[in-house]
């Protein structure tokens, strides 16, 4: 049986008269796949500003994860933005590569498509720790727990995998950025069948069923 779990995100604090669990809190649910860009659809707010080409989509992304790291966190909008640069840099890398296998689809795909498919940074993510639920910079699902990213160095708690970001590498070598973060934000491409793209429709329940 897959078993599944709900991370709240994008909140300083949890409501005291809430389950971390309960629906009415920004989250996603998470279960036995890594949770990536294109998971689930971006919200409708954010897709009416990613009008354009891929250089648009990436500009409406940046700025919908940086309205979610909160106020005054200059280390965590830098995060967003060394993260992406970092998917960037690492398209640019295996360009060659990546094109090779899109030709079949005769120009449908480019090889930057390939970035929706990494892992997706969760700002102000809520975790379950040993001693409750603990606040992280960031957390990534890698299909078996969640990594927190400690930005400040500050983190220190058991039942969770925390990566520390030292603050020169986000404005470092993009590389070097990925090369400190889980294994899926490397080759994030791999074992995937087609680039799909966070800026789409949600179907809604029932549509397929009754066609």
Do not use: K
């Not at 354009?52 to 700025?63: F, I, L, S, Y």
């Not at 094109?99 to 689809?105: D, N, S, V």
């Not at 809520?126 to 606040?135: F, K, N, T």
Request: charged share 20%.
């Amino acid at each position: 049986m897959t078993m599944r779990r709900r991370i709240p995100f994008g909140m300083d604090r949890l409501p005291r008269a809430l389950s971390p669990d309960d629906p009415r809190l920004p989250g996603v649910t998470v279960g036995d796949a890594p949770l990536r860009w294109n998971t689930e659809p971006l919200p409708a707010d954010a897709m009416a500003q990613a009008t354009g080409d891929h250089a648009a989509r990436v500009a409406a992304m940046r700025t919908f994860l940086h309205a979610l790291c909160g106020d005054y966190a200059p280390l965590r909008i830098r995060f967003v933005d060394a993260y992406l640069d970092a998917l960037a840099a690492q398209i640019d890398a295996h360009r060659s590569e990546l094109a090779r296998g899109l030709q079949r689809f005769d120009g449908l795909y480019a090889p930057e498509d390939w970035l929706w498919s990494a892992l997706r940074p969760l700002p102000r993510a809520w975790l379950r720790c040993d001693g409750g639920m603990v606040r992280a910079d960031f957390a990534f699902w890698d299909g078996t727990q969640a990594i927190a990213i400690d930005l400040t160095d500050g983190m220190q708690v058991t039942g969770i995998a925390v990566c520390h970001m030292p603050s020169d590498v986000l404005t470092g070598d993009p590389l070097a950025l990925l090369a400190l973060l889980p294994a899926g934000c490397q080759s994030f491409w791999q074992a995937q069948i087609l680039p799909v793209s966070p800026f789409r429709r949600p179907i809604p329940g029932g549509v397929v069923n009754e066609m």
